[in-house]
């Protein structure tokens, strides 16, 4: 089974490789400080809209921009669900990886604990504004600059 999983993703890799677009939109989201080669192919493959849209319906597209809970007169705490679950999943966990090597999404991470957000607050937070970042840099074509972010 192992095997057949690292076969898949070599010609996965390859595949990607030689494409020129692919591989240039990749190099991008790669440049990101502990962006790992398995969240830049989901977010391409899973988000192909990422570089084409605002950080508002990215955020929503991809199941982590919070959504109201009301009716009438009661207004609801916001909660995140929808969207695209799998990507969900690989942003959770290069957000976790962001928050101890990506500068900008440590301080960032700081900045929220420090005004005594949650802990699942300052996650979800995070992972909004790595998933902006990386629509930014696949909009704009450059590579990752933390003077820029």
């Known amino acids: 089974m192992n095997e057949r999983i690292a076969e898949i993703d070599d ?3 390859q595949r990607l490789r030689t494409s020129d ?5 990749d190099d991008l989201l790669r440049s990101l400080p502990g962006e790992s080669p ?3 192919r989901t977010a391409l ?3 192909p809209e990422l570089g084409h ?3 508002r319906e990215i955020a ?3 199941g982590v921009a919070p959504l109201a809970n009301d009716s009438g007169k009661r207004h609801g705490k916001r909660f995140i669900w929808g969207g695209r679950a799998d990507l969900r999943a690989v942003l959770y966990m290069a957000t976790i990886t962001a928050m101890r090597c990506n500068p900008v999404i ?3 991470a700081q900045r929220l604990q420090q005004a005594g ?3 699942k607050v300052v996650i979800v937070t995070c992972m909004q504004k790595l998933l902006t970042i990386m629509n930014a840099v696949l909009k704009t074509r450059t590579r990752w600059d933390p003077e820029i972010a």
């Open 11 to 13: 010609d996965l890799t």
């Open 21 to 25: 677009l692919w591989r240039a939109e």
């Open 38 to 40: 398995v969240t830049s």
């Open 45 to 47: 493959a899973e988000c």
């Open 53 to 55: 849209l605002n950080r």
């Open 60 to 62: 929503k597209l991809a």
């Open 106 to 108: 440590q301080a960032f």
């Open 117 to 119: 957000k949650l802990a």
